[in-house]
Structure formats: C-alpha cells, structure tokens
C-alpha cells in the first residue's frame, strides 16, 4: 500500500512537471513566433529623443522610441520598424505596409497629426497673432472632420487586409501645454487652450475610426498629464530653436514614461 502511494503521488508530481514544462514550451514557441510591426509618424519614429539611427535617414528612427523599447523588453521573434518622421497617411500606404503578413501579431502606428496641418497650426501659432492662431487651428478641426476619416479608413482597411490576425493599437497624441503653468512667455493661454483642443478633437476622430475597426485605440493624455510644456517636469519639447523639427515632439523620458506604458498596456 505505502509502494503503492509512492508510485502515486510520484506519477502525480511527473505529470504535473511535464504539464508544466509543456505549458512553457507553449509559451516560448508562441513568444518565438511573435511579430509586430511599428507604422506611423515622428510620435512613433522617435523625432524628439535623440540617439537617431543614421540609416533611418530623415525619418528620424530611434532605439528611444516606444516600439523599439517594446520589442527590447518583449523579445518579439520579427520586429519591423517602419515609422517615418513626417509620415501622413498616404506615405504609410506607399512606403510603411509592406512587413505586414497574416503572421504579424502586433500593429502599433501614430498618424494624423501630419495630415491635418500640425507642423503649420504649430508655426503659426508660435510666429501671428492669437486671432489667426485661433483661425489656423479652427481650420485644422474642419480638416479632422471633413476628411481625415476617410483618410484614416484607408490606411485601417490596407492594416486589416495584410496583416488580419493582429492586434492593432492606435495611440494617440498628448495636450501640450499646462494652462496657468510655469510659463511666463511665448503663446498666450488662449492659443495654449485652443492647441489643447485641437489635439483633442484629433484624437476623438481617431479613437473613432479605430473603434469602427475593431482596433484598440490608446490615448496618451493621462500618461502626459503634469508632464506637458508649462509643467514643472515637461516630457515634450517646447520651440527648440537649434532643432526645429523636434520641436512639440515627446523627449526620450516621453516615450519612455508617456508612450510605452500606454502600448505596454494595449498589447
């Protein structure tokens, strides 16, 4: 009987060990054949938090960047990093697309900002008054509305048809500005609040697009809340006079504080 037990609970504890294992393996085979492929614009490239990749040329890729500090901490089997400083939506349909397959796992993409006028609202604002900053920016809102969707549908459906079986996370763009913060210069708070909103109402329209979809849409404000311009710890640059396009982009501590716990999250 005692011979009997032993075997027993010996038979019990190696099935439970093999199970184990098996399930491990499981888990390493899926991880192995994992892939995710990272689309879009400066937000996703990494414009902003400098160590650029000089074969990425002007679309200003970088180890810094959200997507690339995902796959280093998850190890991905296939990571393709297309994001391109600039991107608007018909550049990810020409030039971005092609890594994608029926075995990607994992979409990530930032786009929108470019297409709606977000370098030009910006200069504007910065260089004329708060009545056509104001104007420029109520413009850019008539874009998001008018045509930006379409825009946004075309760029979804050419994800889905390639690459069906992934998860797709569409993240959004921060606030800027900190109203009543730190301060004591350059834009007025009404263009502040006017920028801010416009940014909203950006990432309302993409949240939408993305949900008719059937993809995850991340948005970034809370993750950005007490870290904007004007804020006592800003993760975005303001004007940067000796790099003007990095200007208004996330600083490495945005993409890694701002960005990455929101994909992280999403995934």
Not at 28 to 38: H, L, P, R, S
Not at 93 to 117: H, R, Y
Request: net charge neutral; aromatic share 8%; proline share 4%.
């Amino acid at each position: 009987m005692k011979m009997s037990r032993f075997a027993a609970l010996t038979s019990s504890l190696l099935l439970a060990a093999g199970a184990a294992l098996f399930g491990a393996g499981q888990a390493a085979a899926a991880q192995a054949d994992f892939g995710y492929v990272a689309l879009g614009d400066s937000y996703s490239s990494g414009l902003g938090a400098g160590n650029y990749d000089g074969t990425s040329g002007n679309c200003k890729r970088t180890t810094r960047a959200y997507p690339a500090l995902w796959a280093a901490a998850h190890s991905p089997q296939t990571f393709a990093f297309t994001a391109c400083s600039g991107a608007r939506t018909g550049d990810v349909l020409s030039g971005q697309l092609g890594p994608l397959n029926s075995g990607t796992d994992l979409v990530s993409i930032t786009i929108g900002g470019n297409d709606a006028g977000f370098s030009d609202v910006m200069t504007t604002c910065v260089l004329q008054s708060e009545s056509t900053c104001v104007s420029r920016v109520n413009q850019a809102k008539a874009y998001v509305d008018s045509t930006l969707p379409a825009q946004l549908d075309q760029v979804y459906n050419a994800i889905d048809s390639r690459a069906p079986a992934a998860r797709v996370v569409v993240l959004g763009y921060p606030r800027f500005y900190k109203l009543n913060g730190t301060c004591t210069a350059g834009l007025t708070e009404g263009e502040r609040a006017a920028i801010n909103g416009a940014a909203d109402h950006l990432n309302a329209a993409i949240a939408k697009r993305a949900a008719n979809h059937g993809f995850a849409f991340a948005s970034v404000a809370g993750t950005f809340t007490g870290h904007e311009i004007c804020s006592g710890s800003p993760w975005l640059h303001s004007v940067n006079w000796l790099n003007i396009p990095e200007s208004y982009h996330p600083t490495a501590a945005g993409q890694s504080g701002g960005y990455l716990p929101v994909l992280t999250s999403a995934a």
